[in-house]
């Protein structure tokens, strides 16, 4: 996404968010994403940043997607329902080991092993 003022955006991602039942008769609201710089550009600046003053642009994206949480979190207790908020954890395999997979350089059994994943 660019525009004239701002340039290019310098991340991408997907996400997921769904409204599962618990079996108990609640439900589960959960949310799974992927982001990714969008250039090597960003990818460098991304490293700077996390470099110099330990903080990763990628983390930025969480942010509304925490808030929507708490805003539903929010509203069931004010409607007297019973919700908590899990724990929140990220997981960032390391792209080497991929791009050695993608090379042909690593097996799949190997890079299985190594990517962490749920």
């Given at each position: ?36 710089t969008a250039d090597e550009l960003s ?71 190594i990517i962490p994943c749920i």
């Amino acid at each position: 996404m660019s525009d004239p003022y701002n340039l290019s955006h310098p991340g991408s991602g997907n996400r997921q968010f769904d409204l599962e039942p618990n079996g108990s008769g609640g439900y589960i609201f959960y949310i799974r994403g992927t982001d990714r710089t969008a250039d090597e550009l960003s990818g460098g600046a991304r490293d700077i940043l996390e470099w110099a003053i330990d903080i990763d642009l990628l983390d930025q994206g969480s942010k509304p997607w925490r808030a929507l949480q708490a805003k539903i979190h929010q509203y069931i207790q004010e409607q007297e329902g019973q919700s908590s908020i899990g724990v929140d954890f990220n997981r960032r395999p390391n792209f080497d080991d991929i791009e050695d997979f993608l090379n042909g350089t690593k097996s799949l059994e190997e890079i299985t092993n190594i990517i962490p994943c749920i």
